[in-house]
């Protein structure tokens, strides 16, 4: 029985955390050689929030899926699978997932964690309602959760200017409405670039090509241009085919839910199919560049504005380190 055909997919609820502290263009200007105007001009970023005393994935990651549990209406003991999105959770083991599905108050529910860098959170709202519309699943928490500031080089300004922490949360449950859910995705990789974006832990892991670089190990690297290019490229791409592929126009779509990288790539998408600046949200400025948290974060803020819109599509788009990429279209 092909049950995908029969289970709808609805977002319950969402949620979302962000750090106490702030870390503005203006403290950056007495860290390292740089300025508001020269970040704001190449970025859009304005400020980030930062982890303080207390605060890391785990906490983000819990108080985002708190909010929407609350927001669903569901016990976090109802949860019958947690899937976290995340490169930079406390421990390798045990997952964050199971970490966080035990400070809801569950005790059984399947647990993983997701590395798909910026990718993530749409990776792995993806493998949720794929999960779900199998029929082994009922109730699904997807949470993006990132402290990217602990992977910054702070004596850097090409890269630290741009990461800030963060967290992202849906709950996904069954519907017998099969409209419901992700209509369309694609997913993808090329691991051949995977020195364009990577965080080294050892020199061995060093490529030749990135020898000379005076980064502390542990760090994000980042081949600024190569990435620029291949986000470019890679996110007309797949919103292009989004459309096409579901027979859309942007005047179909509620929303256009972007990875928040850069605000010029952001841009390029959005004047090359024509988009009304009101369906592409944007909080770069506020946050900077959450990695897996990021869309989560634009979800959550969109839904509880009621801008995506019961009735009409949303499409969620990203890419990141391995290299990755991901969209899918979704019926709220």
Known sequence: MNTARTIGVRIAGTGSALPSCTLTNADFE??????DEWIKQRTGISER???????????????????????????GAALDLVIVASVGSEMRCPSAAGRLAASVGNTHAAAFDLVAACSGFVY??????????SGRYKRVAIVGAEQMTKFSDYTDRSVSILFGDGAGAAVLVADDDPSLGCVWETM???GTNWQHLYIPERREDVPES???CTMALGCLRMNGPEVYKFAVTKFCDVMGRA??????????????????????????ARDKFGLPADKVYVNIDRYGNTSAASVGICVDELWRAGKITKGKPFLMVAFGGGLTWAASVWNA
């Open 188 to 190: 993808g990789g090329d």
């Open 210 to 212: 990135d020898a000379k």
């Open 49 to 75: 929030r930062i982890c303080g005393t207390g605060e890391n994935v785990a906490t983000l990651a819990h108080d985002a899926l708190s909010r929407a549990l609350e927001a669903a209406g569901i016990d």
């Open 124 to 133: 792995a709202m993806i493998v949720g309602d794929t999960l779900i519309r």
């Open 243 to 268: 459309l096409s592929e579901n027979g859309l126009s942007p005047a179909d779509v509620s929303q256009f839910v972007c990875h928040q990288s850069n605000i010029r790539i952001i841009a390029s």
């Open 30 to 35: 007495r860290m390292v050689n740089t300025s």
